[in-house]
């Protein structure tokens, strides 16, 4: 399955303006360059994760600053 | 008073720059029509040049340069306010000459490459990184040292082609770097290719050329 049929299936859906894969129930986001660059195994690891839904968590080749954080959370939460 | 948001610096940055750049992409049109004026004079029947130019815009702008940036999540970082500038794109001011059939599209850039010797080479590849149409990159230096500008020779029909679909893409890029797409997109340009190649030997230069 490709990576993104898999983030699909999982209940994650794409979000044009971010260029992230976003599940808001599990509070998970996952940019287009993560997962154009990891491997089919390693998206399916983070999103199998578990979390208890309480904090967002990104999954980017480079960590977003703080800042941005606060951002891209206050845009998804409103999406 | 909010602070200002780097979203705020670089629309003023665009709108600060936006008279040089239209100065830019009037330079660079004149010229290439200029330059191009000898070849548009020699077309035969059913042969076409045709000079297309616009400024970049300020919200196209602004979502370039997240992309080239590579700034994941799509988002300036607020604690670097004007740490951005647009002036790193490079086709702020960009110029696009469509040219039918294929066989005047060597001419036309030759002659613009002779006047536009020191713009560096980019060329435009489809996905396999064979070569679609010859782009340039630079300064129009009589105007401005600052605002780089583009200039592109494209077969006319694939031109077209990407006038209607770049748009559409554009906004639907998860869609449009599908493998499907991308296939479906290849095929277009094989098939214009195709069509261009039976169609042109039938399309005479005027005759005397």
Same mark, same amino acid.
């Given at each position: ?79 | 008073?909010?602070?200002? &948001? ?21 330079? #660079? ?6 330059? &191009?004026?000898?070849? #548009? ?45 647009? #002036?790193?794109?490079?086709? #702020? ?6 040219? /039918? ?9 030759? &002659? ?7 713009? &560096? ?39 077209? /082609? ?32 195709? /069509? ?14």
């Amino acid at each position: 399955m490709k990576k993104s049929e898999m983030l699909f299936a999982a209940n994650y859906r794409y979000n044009l303006d971010r260029d992230l894969f976003v599940n808001r129930q599990a509070k998970k986001a996952f940019s287009i360059e993560f997962v154009d660059d990891k491997p089919a195994t390693a998206v399916r690891k983070r999103i199998e994760e578990a979390t208890d839904g309480t904090e967002w968590r990104f999954y980017f080749n480079h960590p977003p600053p703080e800042s941005v954080r606060r951002l891209l959370e206050q845009d998804l939460e409103a999406a | 008073m909010e602070a200002r &948001t780097p979203e705020d610096h670089l629309r003023e940055q665009y709108f600060d720059l936006l008279p040089e750049m239209q100065r830019v992409v009037l330079q #660079l049109e004149a010229e290439v029509r200029y330059h &191009t004026l000898p070849i #548009l004079h020699t077309l035969g029947i059913g042969e076409q040049l045709v000079v297309d130019s616009r400024v970049k815009e300020c919200e196209s702008a602004l979502q370039k340069l997240l992309r080239i940036k590579g700034l994941e999540g799509r988002k300036f970082d607020p604690d670097c306010a004007g740490g951005y500038s647009l #002036l790193d794109l490079p086709d #702020l001011a960009a110029v696009r000459v469509l040219v /039918f059939p294929n066989r005047r599209l060597d001419e036309v850039d030759k &002659t613009l490459r002779a006047h536009f010797q020191n713009w &560096t080479a980019k060329p435009l590849k489809d996905r396999k990184g064979e070569v679609l149409a010859p782009r340039y990159i630079g300064h129009c230096e009589d105007v401005s040292r600052a605002v780089r500008a583009e200039y592109q020779v494209v077969p006319m029909l694939l031109g077209l /082609f990407w006038r209607v679909e770049h748009p559409a893409m554009y906004k639907f890029r998860r869609v449009a770097n599908s493998r499907e797409m991308r296939r479906r997109r290849g095929e277009v340009e094989r098939v214009l290719a195709h /069509f261009e190649q039976g169609i042109e030997p039938y399309i005479l230069p005027r005759s005397g050329e």
